[in-house]
């Protein structure tokens, strides 16, 4: 009797890491996306779903943007030396009043037809984390973007990665940025 107590503890964990894709009705309940093959459309109404469960709070916030790094490719010398320069200088930071809206790092409800081409081939944001991975057909050519990092209601931590090889070009270009936030209190009336 104890060791099958013990053996349905242990497989508690792995139940609930296998949990199906979600839905809209269990991202406003749970605040959890869970998504593979997904469009663009189906991750932006369940992240919006998922966001009501814990909002970003408004307040005063800083945030930073950060180029962590970038590999070129064909991208024209003048623009790569520019940005190249950017690589690894601590995080641009801003202070300001901001409102929820606009406080998502990675807002996938405003990409629009922007991401006309574009599929996930994973979203998942459960607990707060998020890792997700987009593929385009663009007119550049074809992109992979990769998402990794945290959001709470009063901080994010975000790193993106896109790589494309723009048509007519063997060299691909990748570039990583890392967007941070937190608050830091109310806003000044």
Avoid: H
């Amino acid at each position: 009797m104890r060791f099958t107590i013990l053996a349905a503890g242990a497989l508690l964990p792995l139940a609930a890491c296998n949990q199906g894709p979600s839905t809209e009705e269990s991202a406003r309940r749970t605040g959890d996306v869970r998504l593979e093959n997904a469009s663009v459309e189906e991750v932006a109404k369940q992240a919006v779903a998922a966001d009501a469960k814990a909002p970003a709070q408004s307040g005063q916030w800083e945030t930073g943007v950060q180029l962590v790094a970038l590999e070129p490719g064909g991208m024209p010398e003048q623009i790569a030396a520019k940005m190249k320069e950017d690589v690894g200088k601590p995080p641009r930071t801003e202070r300001g009043c901001r409102k929820a809206e606009e406080l998502k790092p990675f807002d996938v409800s405003k990409l629009g037809t922007m991401a006309s081409g574009c599929r996930f081939s994973k979203y998942r944001f459960v607990g707060g984390k998020l890792d997700a991975a987009m593929a385009c057909d663009t007119p550049m050519g074809k992109a992979q973007m990769s998402f990794a990092g945290t959001q709470t209601p009063t901080a994010f931590d975000l790193t993106m990665t896109q790589r494309q090889t723009p048509a007519g070009q063997t060299k691909e270009t990748s570039m990583t940025v890392r967007m941070t936030g937190k608050r830091i209190g109310e806003c000044k009336a």
